[in-house]
T-cell receptor
Framework: NAGVTQTPKFQVLKTGQSMTLQCAQD?????MYWYRQDPGMGLRLIYY???????DKGEVPNGYNVSRLNKREFSLRLESAAPSQTSVYFC?????????????FGPGTRLTVT | DAKTTQPTSMDCAEGRAANLPCNHS???????VYWYRQIHSQGPQYIIH???NNETNEMASLIITEDRKSSTLILPHATLRDTAVYYC??????????FGTGTRLQVFP
C-alpha cells in the first residue's frame, strides 16, 4: 500500500514549456486534490476532484488544468509554465463518508521555472 | 471558512508537553477544527480534529474552549521528531481546507 505517489519528484522547466504532474493513490479514495506551496507559505488549493469524472477550481486555478483520469489518478498540467509557478506541488486524497477528516498527502513535486 | 490565528513559532524541551494555541473567533457552529503538521517540507500529515468536545488520539490531544473561539493542540511528551510546522484549520468541509502559515515548533534536546 503505497498511499499517494507523485511523479516526478523534481523538475526544472524553461518559461513557456509545458508539463504534466502525475498523482496516483491506491486507497480507493473518492476525492483528490492539488495544492501548491510557495516558500514560507501554507498550502493553497489549485483544483480538486470530489469523485471520478468531476473537477472543481480551488483558490489558485489560473495557469493550470487537471484531469481525473480514473478513480486512482489525478494529473495537473501546466500548459505554458511561468516563473510564478515555481513551487512545491502536493497531491492529496481522502474518502468522503469514512474518516472524512483526514487528507492523505503525497511527498510533493519540486518545480522550478526559469 | 473561518480564519485562524497561530503564533509564528514556539520552542519546547524534549520530553515536555508542547501546547500549541489557535484562535478562531469567527468559527461557525458546523465548522470543525483540524490540526495537521508538516515535517521538513514533506506532505502534511493529519493529527486530530474536533467539533465541540475535547479529543485525544495516539498522537495528540485537542482542547476546544466552551465558546469554541480557540483551541490548543497538546503533544504530551514532545520528541525531536515532533519538530515541524503545525497548521490549525477550521472548515465545515474537508474539500476546502485552508492552510495558513502555521506555527513552527522547534523541539530541543
Amino acid at each position: 500500500n503505497a498511499g499517494v505517489t507523485q511523479t516526478p519528484k523534481f523538475q526544472v522547466l524553461k518559461t513557456g514549456q509545458s508539463m504534466t504532474l502525475q498523482c496516483a493513490q491506491d486507497m480507493n479514495h473518492n476525492s483528490m486534490y492539488w495544492y501548491r506551496q510557495d516558500p514560507g507559505m501554507g498550502l493553497r488549493l489549485i483544483y480538486y476532484s470530489a469523485s471520478e469524472g468531476t473537477t472543481d477550481k480551488g483558490e489558485v486555478p489560473n495557469g493550470y488544468n487537471v484531469s481525473r483520469l480514473n478513480k486512482r489518478e489525478f494529473s495537473l498540467r501546466l500548459e505554458s509554465a511561468a516563473p510564478s509557478q515555481t513551487s512545491v506541488y502536493f497531491c492529496a486524497s481522502n474518502i468522503l463518508g469514512q474518516r472524512i477528516y483526514e487528507q492523505y498527502f503525497g511527498p510533493g513535486t519540486r518545480l522550478t521555472v526559469t | 471558512d473561518a480564519k485562524t490565528t497561530q503564533p509564528t513559532s514556539m520552542d519546547c524541551a524534549e520530553g515536555r508537553a508542547a501546547n500549541l494555541p489557535c484562535n478562531h473567533s469567527t468559527i461557525s457552529g458546523n465548522e470543525y477544527v483540524y490540526w495537521y503538521r508538516q515535517i521538513h517540507s514533506q506532505g502534511p500529515q493529519y493529527i486530530i480534529h474536533g467539533l465541540k468536545n475535547n479529543e485525544t488520539n495516539e498522537m495528540a490531544s485537542l482542547i476546544i474552549t466552551e465558546d469554541r473561539k480557540s483551541s490548543t493542540l497538546i503533544l504530551p511528551h514532545a520528541t525531536l521528531r515532533d519538530t515541524a510546522v503545525y497548521y490549525c484549520i477550521v472548515s465545515y468541509n474537508t474539500d476546502k481546507l485552508i492552510f495558513g502559515t502555521g506555527t513552527r515548533l522547534q523541539v530541543f534536546p
